[in-house]
């Protein structure tokens, strides 16, 4: 069974059912607001494998995932658009449920610029990158430091 041969693939650090709990409530916030869910269990595996089981933001151990941008603002379930983050970065994604995007984080300087290049070009690599592609063309109106 593929499932299960990817699992042993996973960094002995991650828990799997934190990981496929994050999956299926993200599928469920998608179908909430009326978005495009197109990535599989095994696809969401390969991103977290490719990463190794560290954080996309600051290199340290991952125990979850993160959208680079929100449901909230209508933005798909496609692998270009998760990564894996460790506990703090998690928390500097989602305030008080409040889920922001890798660009407000950037605008708000809570990211470094070379950090927001470097997770960009890595997920403009995996599938849904168009939809990277439209949101960044969108959003270079905006004043960006």
């Known amino acids: ?15 799997n059912y934190r990981l496929g ?32 089981g560290h954080c996309a933001y600051c290199n340290r151990l991952a125990v979850t995932a993160c959208r680079l941008f929100p449901a909230t603002e209508m933005a798909p379930l496609v692998p270009a658009n998760i990564v894996p983050v460790c506990r ?24 470094e610029k070379a950090v927001v290049f ?3 070009s890595g997920a403009l690599k995996r599938p849904g990158a168009d939809f990277l592609l439209r949101r960044i063309r ?6 960006m430091p």
């Open 1 to 15: 069974m593929v499932r299960n041969s990817r699992l042993n693939d996973l960094p002995s650090h991650l828990n």
């Open 21 to 52: 709990s994050w999956f299926r409530q993200q599928k469920v916030k998608a179908n909430r607001h009326g978005v495009l869910v197109d990535c599989t269990w095994e696809q969401f595996l390969d991103l977290i494998i490719d990463h190794q």
């Open 88 to 111: 703090a970065c998690s928390m500097l994604h989602n305030p008080a449920y409040q889920p922001r995007s890798i660009l407000d984080l950037y605008c708000d300087g809570q990211v």
């Open 118 to 120: 470097r997770i960009l």
């Open 138 to 143: 969108l959003s270079a109106n905006r004043r």
